[in-house]
């Protein structure tokens, strides 16, 4: 197995929160989630620096949708290799 990148680089604009449709939930939801989900996220967290985008206030409201939350306005963010 390899990650391909090219299979979610479509040019196709869609919405990743689950208003009109889900068309991305790489791990799952519920019971039958990825249990790979957490290591993913480990990695995600140990190996890069994330900032806001300047000027850009972090707002941590989130609004309810069918069976999930999802941040209530879009976080932009700058995600950069950890240097050691």
Same mark, same amino acid.
């Given at each position: ?28 939801? /519920? ?13 995600? #967290?140990? %190996?890069?620096?994330?900032? +806001?985008?300047? /000027? ?13 939350? #999802?941040? %209530?306005?879009?976080?932009? +963010? ?7």
């Amino acid at each position: 197995m390899e990650f391909r990148l090219e299979r979610f680089l479509t040019g196709e604009v869609f919405d990743i929160n689950g208003s009109r449709e889900i068309k991305m939930m790489p791990f799952g939801a /519920g019971r039958r989630m990825c249990p790979g989900f957490g290591l993913a996220m480990l990695h995600l #967290v140990w %190996k890069a620096e994330k900032r +806001a985008v300047d /000027g850009d206030d972090i707002d941590l409201s989130d609004k309810d949708l069918e069976f999930m939350s #999802v941040m %209530k306005n879009p976080l932009q +963010a700058l995600i950069s290799p950890r240097l050691k």
